[in-house]
């Protein structure tokens, strides 16, 4: 069946350091939709980016990430953390054949150190 | 825009009891979920319902009813509660399936359990 792997399960880097958060997956199905989502201490998920379009980077509050389907990976990137990006992050898959569910990775909890 | 209320905000319940959790959406959304959190767990789906009266399992349904009543809302049923049981109950829901819709998910505030 379809899987997301994020290798990561606690990510701790210094504010002003650049952020990769790794995402891949795994489905038998050739028209994946990628999504990150966010989620802050007391609060619910919430869409931060998502891509089904090969190579094309997508871009939102100084995060971005490119779906490369050649090697299944979604990568959540931004250029220098601050300590507001402090979250746990899921990345999760879904697939444009029918299937109504998303399947999400088991999420990265990236703290930012002042 | 829309919003998902999902009430109530904090239950707390007695080891054996049976707990409803009540998820209400204005999105005019088709499909709905039910998820569990627990403390490094990620998000484990419980239920999800394509439209009104449709119910389908997820990975985790065994110990949980759901129901459908109308479009907007859903409601869950933890049919035992567990001793010392603690989670965040996370309703979602997302578009219909159609050209266009990347199906991502809304997700309300969340249901707090605590079992004594």
């Known amino acids: 069946g379809d899987s997301v792997t994020q290798t990561e399960g606690l990510v701790t880097l210094t504010e002003g350091l650049p952020v990769m958060l790794n995402c891949t997956y795994q489905?038998?199905?050739?028209?994946?939709?990628l999504f990150w989502y966010v989620q802050h201490l007391n609060e619910s998920p919430r869409l931060l980016l998502k891509?089904?379009?090969?190579?094309k980077r997508t871009e939102h509050q100084g995060f971005h990430a490119t779906l490369h389907k050649s090697s299944s990976s979604f990568h959540l990137q931004k250029s220098s953390a601050q300590l507001s990006d402090s979250a746990l992050y899921y990345c999760a898959l879904s697939d444009r054949s029918g299937s109504w569910q998303l399947i999400f990775g088991s999420g990265t909890q990236l703290t930012v150190m002042p | 825009g829309g919003i998902i209320t999902q009430t109530p905000k904090f239950l707390i319940g007695q080891e054996g009891q049976k707990l409803t959790l009540k998820c209400q959406q204005n999105f005019n959304h088709d499909t709905m979920y039910w998820y569990r959190q627990d403390s490094g767990k990620g998000l484990r789906l419980i239920y999800y319902s394509i439209t009104e009266n449709d119910l389908q399992k997820g990975d985790l349904s065994e110990g949980y009813d759901a129901s459908r009543e109308k479009k907007s809302s859903f409601s869950l049923t933890v049919t035992s509660a567990q001793k010392n049981e603690m989670a965040v109950f996370l309703c979602?829901?997302?578009?219909?399936?159609?050209?266009?819709?990347?199906?991502?998910?809304?997700f309300g505030p969340g249901t707090r359990l605590t079992v004594l």
């Open positions: 979602a829901s997302s578009k219909p399936r159609d050209w266009g819709s990347s199906y991502e998910q809304y």
């Open positions: 489905t038998i199905y050739s028209n994946p939709f």
């Open positions: 891509s089904f379009t090969d190579n």
